[in-house]
């Protein structure tokens, strides 16, 4: 049971590039969420999803867009990276009533 | 929105000893208080949990505590080991569920020897 997977781990861009980090489950779990995390600021959610075909924003969603086509899995898109998006990024899934687990997460540099 | 604020940030114990680390929510209608244990180059991976209908709860050496009147509540790590070295994190969330939460900035503890 692998649980929550993201790919890549680690990622370096160049200010304005574009990419994709995935994020799958395993566990069936309706629910589904990217943070970020920068130092002395705690996890931030960004977006998140209660289900396919569902999203909404979080406190921190600009510069991001997801969507959710399937139940297991749940990319963020950066359609033009910026030096303030360099963050560790996490997803989280979970059920209703249930716990969340988080991935590995993404460390991602923006340069 | 909701705001999470976490006490102290870092928190240095003598192992066997008993850590407090406290947190406050400014939202009344949070309902869902998870705490979470993050290790080095891990993600968080929650280690208790309390619901508002509940006053406390305990899992062997760990507990938590609410308060709803006052808005705050606190995770207690009895007879401190090594290995209970991390940050951790407390989060409050509205929606009673895990998949919108609030996170405070985190303590880190360091259980000495």
């Known amino acids: 049971n692998a649980g929550v997977t993201q790919t890549p781990k680690f990622q370096v861009l160049k200010t304005g590039q574009s990419m994709t980090l995935q994020c799958a489950q395993d566990m069936n779990h309706e629910y589904m969420s990217w943070y970020r995390q920068d130092p002395g600021m705690g996890l931030r959610l960004i977006h998140y999803s209660v289900g396919a075909g569902i999203t909404d924003q979080g406190e921190v969603p600009n510069g991001y867009n997801v969507s959710r086509s399937t139940t297991e899995d749940f990319p963020l898109r950066l359609l033009s990276a910026a030096p303030s998006q360099t963050s560790v990024y996490f997803c989280?899934?979970?059920?209703?009533?249930?716990?969340?687990?988080f991935g590995q997460g993404t460390r991602l540099t923006v340069v | 929105g909701e705001n999470v604020e976490q006490h102290p940030s870092t928190l240095s114990v003598q192992e066997g000893d008993s850590a407090v680390i406290k947190c406050t929510y400014s939202?009344?209608?949070?309902?869902?208080f998870p705490w979470y244990k993050q290790e080095l180059g891990k993600g968080p991976q929650l280690i208790i949990d309390i619901r508002s209908n509940v006053g406390e709860k305990k899992d062997q050496r760990i507990a938590v505590t609410l308060n709803k009147t006052a808005k705050h509540f606190s995770l207690h790590i009895t007879e401190t080991q090594p290995e209970d070295s991390a940050v951790y994190f407390c989060?409050?969330?509205?929606?009673?569920?895990?998949?919108?939460?609030?996170f405070g900035t985190g303590t880190r503890l360091q259980v000495t020897l």
């Open positions: 989060a409050a969330s509205f929606t009673g569920t895990a998949s919108k939460l609030t």
């Open positions: 989280a899934s979970s059920y209703m009533g249930g716990e969340a687990f």
């Open positions: 939202d009344s209608a949070s309902n869902y």
